[in-house]
């Protein structure tokens, strides 16, 4: 392709013929020319691309042959619309298929639909909760932010369409997948422009990764887990022996930090005893802190700097057998007005990790593995602990360190009581690979 400059006096015709959506339609197409410039309106966006020697006649005839603009083709450009194809058919061009893909099905769905497809994606992307008039780019460009959505990444999309029942439009998404190159490399927006990342994997470049909140009522892990964590570059928060009162105010003073922002995770480490579905802290008095609710202080609701970034949580549960719980208050929850009834009971359900990103580990034990030996540490998170400071172990994905310490669990409940058996749970919507080290 020619590169060079396009006359400003065309530039300025063509701005001054389009309408909002063909305008909108322009600079979602040119999204990926200028990541850097991604809130910029199409003349500066144009403008700032023919600086740079990105935009020639044959890349703005593709632009307003993408939009359909046939007319300002033939009028301000003096070329026709035969001739722009061929020239696509010779591979010059600008725009990416996936690009092109996504408008063309901007330009097949109602306004109903669109409004449709934001409240399927409430819990992927709750701050699209109160989109009223989003254009279905728009609703792309948030996901693309979320890393929910990317050229290679269209699943979510698929069964969205699947349930509004556009079986065409998934068809379309099937060719393009079928047709189009595989994409290796991806620069995320947030990051500096010289980081590229995997786009099957999270990224993780920030420094600290996250933060590591580390709150022990036991005593007997806190040591080995805050070196384990800060050698792995996390900035870490522990807290021993923590109330009910007091942890409910440390997760929302946690949640509500800045500094999430700037990183690329967040982990939660519990122990506690308890029951299945929540945590007893120190109190003796509660049935418990429900463990849906400290999972909820980091979705996006309530802690939107953690959108689209992977959230961890490792809980060891000394279980306490029901006979032995006390029912006998409720627990104010400061921010909603809430109460959690302390005396609910809530059977052992498949439930935790409802919105994206979430990988969920709980180990449970008799609460007289604790009675027997009431300093020694737990053996899920030793074990978590000697594989995530294995210099080999360390590279794995979380999913395959994970199976590394199912197998170590396993193996010790073959040699001890069956009253001090540990059962590990792993419960995730992990949309992409995850290394727990700068990648």
């Not at 306490?320 to 005396?343: H, M, R, W």
Request: with cysteine.
């Amino acid at each position: 392709m020619t590169r060079c400059q396009v006359p400003a006096v065309l530039i300025h015709q063509i701005e001054q013929e389009l309408d909002k959506e063909e305008e909108e339609m322009m600079v979602f197409l040119c999204r990926d020319l200028a990541p850097d410039l991604a809130t910029a309106d199409l003349r500066e966006l144009l403008v700032a691309l023919n600086e740079r020697e990105k935009l020639s006649f044959l890349g703005l005839s593709e632009l307003l042959y993408r939009v359909k603009r046939f007319d300002l083709l033939r009028r301000i450009l003096k070329t026709e619309k035969a001739t722009v194809e061929a020239n696509l058919a010779r591979s010059l061009r600008i725009v990416p298929d996936y690009r092109v893909l996504m408008v063309e099905i901007n330009e097949n769905l109602e306004k109903e639909e669109v409004s449709s497809l934001v409240f399927l994606l409430r819990d992927y992307a709750p701050r699209m909760k109160m989109a009223k008039d989003k254009s279905f780019l728009a609703l792309v460009i948030d996901l693309e932010k979320l890393n929910l959505v990317a050229p290679n990444q269209l699943d979510l999309i698929e069964n969205c369409f699947q349930n509004i029942h556009r079986i065409d439009l998934i068809r379309k998404i099937q060719k393009y997948k079928h047709e189009a190159e595989p994409v290796h490399m991806s620069i995320q927006e947030s990051g500096p422009v010289s980081h590229k990342v995997f786009d099957d994997q999270y990224r993780m470049q920030s420094q600290p990764l996250g933060i590591c909140l580390i709150i022990d009522c036991i005593g007997n892990d806190t040591d080995v887990l805050e070196e384990t964590f800060r050698s792995l570059g996390y900035d870490i928060h522990c807290h021993r022996y923590l109330n009910m009162n007091t942890m409910n105010q440390t997760l929302l003073e946690v949640a509500r930090l800045q500094k999430h922002r700037n990183c690329d995770s967040f982990i939660c480490i519990l122990v506690s005893r308890g029951s299945p579905q929540s945590i007893f802290c120190t109190d003796h008095t509660f049935s418990g802190f429900p463990l849906e609710r400290i999972k909820k202080y980091f979705t996006a609701d309530s802690c939107p700097e953690l959108l689209g970034k992977p959230k961890l949580f490792f809980i060891q549960s000394y279980i306490v057998p029901e006979n032995e719980q006390e029912y006998t208050s409720l627990l104010e929850v400061d921010g909603n007005d809430e109460k959690i009834i302390a005396n609910a009971k809530i059977p052992w359900k498949v439930t935790i990790p409802q919105v994206a990103d979430i990988f969920w580990s709980q180990c449970k034990v008799d609460v007289s593995t604790l009675e027997k030996s009431p300093s020694s540490s737990s053996y899920y998170l030793r074990c978590l602990a000697e594989l995530l400071r294995n210099p080999h172990k360390r590279k794995l994905s979380i999913l395959d360190i994970h199976t590394e310490l199912n197998r170590k669990v396993y193996e010790w409940n073959k040699t001890t009581d069956p009253s001090q058996q540990y059962s590990l749970l792993l419960q995730h919507t992990l949309r992409k690979k995850l290394f727990l080290s700068h990648t």
